[in-house]
């Protein structure tokens, strides 16, 4: 089945860490630019930061500068985002996606996302 399967996530006090893994299944991760959004209850979704197929790109959104970093591992076909000093403001659904990465990211129509993972940030 082609899917990308999501771990990580859970609940982290303010100023806290969490790291979340993105890994493919049935096709190759490497070929494509991966991306993790979130979403919220009652906002829309938003792009959090993306990582270019070849490691070469990488796009961080302003609020997650500085604390977040993604990468890959193209050998064991995961993409990670790790999250470091956690803000309640940070609690949301994520997900990871093929996505086109530059300046900016977006989601590839008819790409793949992954089940979702909640992140809570709460004291």
């Known amino acids: 089945q082609v899917q990308l399967v999501q771990s990580g996530g859970g609940l982290v006090e303010p100023g806290g860490s969490l790291r979340l893994s993105c890994a493919a299944s049935g096709f190759t991760l490497g070929a494509y630019s991966i991306g993790w959004f979130r979403q919220a209850p009652g906002k829309e979704r938003e792009g959090v930061s993306c990582i270019g197929s070849s490691d070469t790109a990488t796009y961080y959104a302003d609020f997650v500068k500085g604390r977040f970093t993604i990468s890959r591992d193209n050998v064991k076909n995961t993409v990670t985002l790790q999250m470091n000093s956690l803000k309640p403001d940070d609690t949301a659904v994520y997900y990871c996606?093929?996505?086109?990465?530059?300046?900016?990211?977006?989601?590839?129509?008819?790409?793949?996302w992954g089940q979702g993972t909640q992140v809570t940030v709460s004291s």
């Open positions: 996606a093929t996505v086109y990465c530059g300046h900016g990211m977006a989601a590839m129509q008819l790409g793949y």
